[in-house]
C-alpha cells in the first residue's frame, strides 16, 4: 500500500534552516507529482510546494518562494524541502502527498512538526 514518511522537522531559531524529507512506497515513485503542504493551528490545510515527476517543473506558493526549494531523487523515492530563511510564521505540521489522478492530491504522509522560534 502507499506510504509516506516525513521526517526532519524540528524546533529551529527564526533565519535558521531545516530539511524535511518524505520516503515514499508502495507506488512508481517517479511517475507522479509530490506536494508538500503544512497546517498551522487553528487554520487550514494550506499549498507549500510542489514538483512533477521530470523534476523540471515546481510550484511554490507565494509565502515560501525565494526560501523553500522542493527537490525529488527518483531513484532513493524520496521528496525534500530545504526551508530557508525560517519566520515564525511557518510554524506548522507539514505533509507531503502524492498527486497521481487529475489533480487531486491521493495520498498523505503522518506530518512533521516544524516550530520557528527564538
Known amino acids: 500500500q502507499v506510504q509516506l514518511v516525513e521526517s526532519g522537522g524540528g524546533l529551529v531559531q527564526p533565519g535558521g534552516s531545516l530539511r524535511l524529507s518524505c520516503a515514499a512506497s508502495?507506488?512508481?515513485?517517479?511517475?507522479?507529482?509530490m506536494g508538500w503542504f503544512r497546517q498551522a493551528p487553528g487554520k487550514e490545510r494550506e499549498f507549500v510546494a510542489a514538483?512533477?515527476?521530470?523534476?523540471?517543473?515546481?510550484f511554490y506558493a507565494d509565502s515560501v518562494k525565494g526560501r523553500f526549494t522542493i527537490s525529488r531523487d527518483n531513484a532513493k523515492s524520496t521528496v525534500y524541502l530545504q526551508m530557508n530563511s525560517l519566520k515564525p510564521e511557518d510554524t506548522a505540521v507539514y505533509y507531503c502527498?502524492?498527486?497521481?489522478?487529475?489533480?487531486?492530491?491521493?495520498?498523505w504522509g503522518q506530518g512533521t512538526q516544524v516550530t520557528v522560534s527564538s
Open positions: 502527498a502524492v498527486g497521481m489522478y487529475g489533480r487531486s492530491w491521493d495520498y
Open positions: 508502495g507506488f512508481t515513485f517517479s511517475l507522479y507529482r
Open positions: 514538483i512533477r515527476w521530470s523534476s523540471v517543473t515546481t
